[in-house]
């Protein structure tokens, strides 16, 4: 049971994901019946997953859900603003109970009131008459169980039992034949009834006017069976039946009744490890990965053949040229699998940009923002690891386009602008790396708030902020501690946990910038590798240690005379290419003693931090080599600097360092 609860929550995110997206599409184009259609099957075939496991709650509402859209594919409802609110209600909280069962396997104690709200709202919508569907709220009032209790055959023994009842309110909808549903079939399923009473649900009409195609029943019965198997007869009918478990001591209490939660939906089982990771790959990339390990196999074959030959005296020669073409076959065939592995390991970028047109459309509703999105380069593919990891960075920067970027309507007509905030989300491919960006038409940045901001926050003095040109003084909206939550308002904006976002796409791997025309719109750039498993190093010296640096950060290597390198108040810069560039030194960056002795020529490795660019001095340089880097782990996890670490040839540990953050 655990590997189909496992089954069921991939499905479940991405049937969910597709609803939204088709609702989305169904909102700007209320005639196209292709997302119609697709919305339709989602919700119709997440709801008979959800039926599987008994999460009576979420059955509840999403058979709501599915009502309703049903009714809008026949037109028997029309299409407005409220209506979708009310979907995409639904489904987002069907997301986060999915979100619980992949945690502990069941969903939360407040469901049942959760999933009779939103089947209310959601038929309320249709503007039914209530014959002709079933309520699916629980009556507060429960004195219907003390009733059927006391028109049992023999009350006073129901009272003595000395184990639980269940108490069983069964209302089919107006249409259940239909549905090939058999109320009296499953009334009849129910193990160790001891009481049973039937009821019309609505008054009779009169018997001239009586359908008899449908149900106008209400069934209440009590069973000395166990909850779990009382819910299992009615798991396909989940909205419309109420459950109540009686405890034992309560029986004889009279109204004084103790009653479990209703309508619960408790899974099976556990839902396995919690949090477990999974990925969907294709076929043709797990079949080449087949055929490179079935290689490797040949290859370790033929190198235990010739093993074998050398107790029977293999000559020096054609040893060696054995374990010359063997190594070059396994060398080739690890270079493969390299890449093999990380194609399974890509997935596109659109499985996090699907999730972004709700979060604005939602953040443009609350701030009555009128707001063009759109999506460019959904199709890039990045490591997994990557693609997961923009997802908070994102989400914040187009929240800050939407919050403080997007002007209100009527100052962008009186600037001449269209009505709506156009706001582009993009990615590209860029060689070994990829280019994401949150691009808006609103109001910018304006430097001159920002030195304000800066020199009141002492994020830097009055001379260098003299001293800056704009985009280095905008620049600094990634400074931690640049502003708070008012100060944002009047900085239009960007200042609000960017030093987050930065840190976090730096974390990746990567780099964060920003350009910014006031009155135009802002563009933030982010720019990061394609994977952070497998990497390329170039191994630097510290005295007798090495170190990493990851390769797709550096620009080059150079040797500095000491007699060119300028202080600057109590810093160091150098002249690199008619530029001068800030100077850190390695040993400062990680608090190591100095050498005593400073040489006359210093080793300078000249990478990117952010849009800028420094050098960073070392002892020397060493090769440059592709490694399996394992991120910082148990109590180093987080550690600020470090990316991660990778075992050498000769079994010690290389540390892969952060040199951006290093700087801070």
């Not at 070059?328 to 592995?341: C, K, N, S, T």
């Not at 239009?492 to 920003?514: I, N």
């Amino acid at each position: 049971m655990d590997d189909l609860l496992q089954h069921f929550i991939v499905e479940a995110h991405e049937l969910i994901q597709q609803a939204t997206d088709d609702l989305l599409v169904l909102e700007r184009n209320p005639q196209a019946t292709a997302p119609m259609d697709s919305a339709f099957r989602a919700v119709h075939t997440l709801k008979g997953s959800v039926g599987l496991f008994d999460f009576a709650p979420m059955g509840i509402a999403l058979h709501a859900a599915e009502d309703l859209l049903g009714a809008l594919r026949e037109r028997r409802a029309g299409i407005d603003s409220q209506i979708i609110d009310s979907l995409l209600a639904c489904i987002a909280q069907a997301e986060r109970w999915v979100a619980v069962i992949e945690q502990t396997g069941q969903l939360p104690s407040d469901a049942a009131e959760e999933g009779y709200r939103l089947a209310r709202a959601l038929r309320s919508q249709l503007d039914e008459d209530p014959a002709q569907a079933a309520d699916p709220v629980p009556q507060a009032d429960l004195g219907w169980i003390e009733e059927l209790m006391a028109q049992g055959r023999d009350p006073a023994a129901l009272r003595a039992q000395d184990r639980p009842l269940v108490a069983i309110r069964y209302t089919p909808r107006a249409d259940c034949f239909f549905a090939g549903d058999d109320p009296m079939a499953l009334l009849r399923s129910v193990p160790d009834l001891v009481a049973v009473r039937l009821s019309a649900r609505d008054p009779w009409p009169p018997a001239a006017e009586i359908d008899p195609f449908s149900c106008n029943l209400r069934i209440e019965a009590l069973s000395g069976a166990e909850l779990d198997r009382v819910k299992a007869v009615f798991r396909f009918v989940p909205d419309q039946v109420t459950l109540h478990e009686i405890a034992a001591t309560a029986q004889e209490q009279g109204s004084d009744m103790a009653l479990a939660n209703g309508a619960t939906g408790i899974a099976p089982g556990a839902a396995g490890r919690p949090g477990a990771r999974m990925l969907r790959v294709d076929a043709s990339r797990i079949d080449r990965l087949a055929d490179l390990v079935g290689e490797m196999v040949i290859a370790k074959n033929a190198l235990a053949h010739l093993a074998g030959q050398f107790d029977e005296g293999l000559d020096r020669k054609h040893a060696s040229q054995g374990l010359l073409a063997s190594q070059a076959a396994i060398e080739r065939l690890v270079a493969e699998l390299h890449g093999a592995v990380m194609d399974v390991r890509m997935m596109p970028m659109r499985d996090i940009f699907r999730r972004f047109p709700k979060a604005v459309r939602d953040l443009a509703g609350q701030l009555d923002r009128a707001i063009d999105f759109s999506i460019d380069g959904e199709e890039v593919e990045a490591d997994k690891a990557v693609v997961e990891g923009l997802f908070e960075p994102l989400l914040h920067i187009l929240r800050n386009a939407v919050g403080h970027g997007a002007e209100p309507e009527r100052l962008r007509l009186e600037a001449g602008k269209p009505a709506k905030t156009r706001i582009v989300l993009r990615a590209s491919r860029d060689g070994d790396r990829v280019k994401v960006e949150v691009e808006d038409d609103g109001r910018g940045i304006d430097p001159a708030a920002i030195r304000e901001a800066a020199r009141k926050r002492g994020i830097a003095s009055a001379d260098d902020l003299d001293r800056m040109s704009d985009s280095e003084v905008i620049d600094l909206i990634f400074a931690p501690g640049f502003s708070t939550a008012s100060e944002v308002t009047d900085l239009s904006g960007r200042g609000v946990g960017m030093d987050a976002v930065r840190s976090a796409v730096e974390r990746l791997g990567g780099q964060a910038g920003v350009r910014s025309r006031p009155g135009h719109g802002t563009t933030i750039r982010l720019s990061l590798p394609l994977t952070i498993v497998m990497t390329k190093v170039m191994a630097v010296r510290l005295g007798r240690e090495l170190y990493g640096i990851p390769l797709d950060g550096i620009i080059e290597t150079a040797f500095v005379p000491a007699s060119r390198v300028l202080p600057v108040r109590d810093a160091e810069a150098f002249v690199w290419r008619d530029r001068t560039l800030p100077l850190v030194r390695l040993v400062d960056l990680l608090g190591i003693r100095p050498p005593v002795e400073s040489p006359q020529r210093l080793k300078v490795v000249v990478m990117a931090a952010g849009d800028d660019l420094v050098g960073v001095v070392v002892d020397g340089f060493a090769e440059r080599m592709d490694v399996l880097m394992r991120p910082m782990t148990g109590i180093l996890a987080g550690m600020p600097g470090v990316m991660g670490t990778t075992l050498l040839g000769d079994g010690s540990v290389l540390m892969i360092l952060n040199i951006p953050e290093l700087i801070g």
